[in-house]
Structures are given as C-alpha cells and as structure tokens.
C-alpha cells in the first residue's frame, strides 16, 4: 500500500495567488513526521516545512504553511502569494519511527508539478 | 551553510559500464541515505548507513549495485554494469540521526544515462 499518496500530478496558479498541495498519508505509528520539499528543474531537494504528528498547531514558514489534519491523515501544503520562482515540483514525504532497520529514512509522494502563471 | 557535496552531476556511460558516484554529507551527521529518482517519480530509498554500517538496503539491486562508507564519514555508490533502466537522478541526503524532526539536507545529485 502506498504511504504517501499525492492526486494532483499538476497544478496551476497565478501569481500572487494561493494555492494547495495535498498530501494523504498511511501509517500505523503514532509518532511520525511530515515533510515537502521542493525540487526545481536543476534537481536539487529543497526543505520547505515540517509538521509532527504530535504538534497541536499547524506549522508556517514565511509563505509555506501546512495544514495538518490527523484523523484525515492528510498534510497538505498551502503556499500564499505564489511567486514565478516557486515553480517546481513538490514532493510530500514521511518520516516514521518504524523500528530495526527503517527508522529515520523519507518516504515520499509522487509529487505534484506546480507552474505559477505571471 | 553546510552543504551534502555530490560528483559527478551528469554521467553518461554505455550498457554494461561501470559507473561510480560519491558523496560527502554534512559534517557531523551520522545518517546517510542513497535515493533513486526516476524522471517524474518521487525518489526511492536504495540504501541508508548509520555511521559506516547499513541499516537498510532492502530495496538495492545487489546483483549490480554496491554501496559502502568506509570510515562513516563519505561514501560511493557503484553500479556494475550498468543498465538501460539505471538512467535517473541519484540523490544523497544526511541528517542527525534523532530525534524524528531532523530534517534530510540533499545534495545536488547525479544525474545518470545509461546509453
């Protein structure tokens, strides 16, 4: 079964406009970490926001904000006032607990390819 | 900023070559992980070294691929020989290795085409 499941291969927005990436997750574990990182055409990961399962708030980074919603198991992330710049790709990933030898590894989506319209 | 050094960026190699790839990760950090990415998926875990040991290598082609970090601080991926499907980008990450909260940093990658 898949663990992390993103739906939108594509997405598009104008810019200055918000937009939401969603994320879905499957685990067993009650302490977990979420994660998206951004990947521009050059190919490197770029860390955006981290959200645990035991955090009570949603987590914000400047204009990044995820929004956590546990009995859903969905993370998904909310850029405000989209810029040309923040067109890439956007992975959403999960670090679980997990125990022997899988412990700390990402495990990520299919990402979600984002293009900011001027 | 401390940065996870990566070479080479691009490779092209022939069906059957051998083709290496290394890494130096952040200094201090104990956990080091090899992704494949396929162009247009998400990356694949290959294999994840807790200082000089591996603590996951389920998912490594062992027939053809070999992964090592001999004195737990930088490390190389090989693979022999390479393979039509080999093309993808190869990404290697380090964190600290507690708590769950400790982001992966990502090197550039190195970008592979198997001819």
């Known amino acids: 079964a898949q663990k992390i499941t993103q739906t939108q291969p594509g997405m598009f927005v104008q810019e200055k406009e918000a937009v939401t990436l969603d994320c879905t997750y499957d685990t067993s574990d009650q302490s977990y970490g979420l994660f998206w990182y951004k990947q521009p055409s050059s190919g490197e990961m770029i860390f955006l926001i981290y959200?645990?399962?035991?955090?009570?708030q949603n987590a914000t980074e400047g204009r990044y904000s995820l929004n956590f919603q546990k009995a859903r198991k969905s993370a998904n992330l909310v850029i405000s006032a989209s810029q040309l710049g923040d067109s890439a790709m956007y992975f959403c990933?999960?670090?679980?607990?997990?125990?022997?030898?899988?412990?700390?590894?990402?495990?990520f989506g299919q990402g979600t390819i984002l293009t900011v319209h001027p | 900023e401390a940065e996870v050094a990566q070479s080479p960026r691009y490779k092209i190699t022939e069906k059957s070559q051998a083709v290496a790839f290394w890494c130096d990760p952040i200094?201090?950090?104990?956990?080091l992980y090899w992704y494949r990415q396929i162009l247009g998926q998400g990356p694949e875990l290959l294999v994840q070294f807790q200082d000089e040991s591996v603590v996951d290598d389920s998912q490594l082609p062992k027939d053809r691929f070999s992964a090592e970090r001999l004195k737990g601080v930088d490390s190389t991926l090989k693979i022999q020989p390479a393979e039509l499907g080999d093309s993808a980008m190869y990404l290697c990450?380090?964190?600290?290795?507690?708590?769950?909260?400790?982001?992966?940093?990502f090197g550039a990658g190195s970008r592979l085409t198997v001819l």
């Open positions: 990450a380090s964190s600290p290795n507690l708590p769950l909260a400790n982001v992966l940093t």
């Open positions: 200094s201090g950090h104990a956990t």
């Open positions: 959200q645990g399962s035991y955090d009570e």
């Open positions: 990933a999960m670090r679980e607990p997990g125990g022997g030898t899988s412990y700390g590894k990402l495990t």
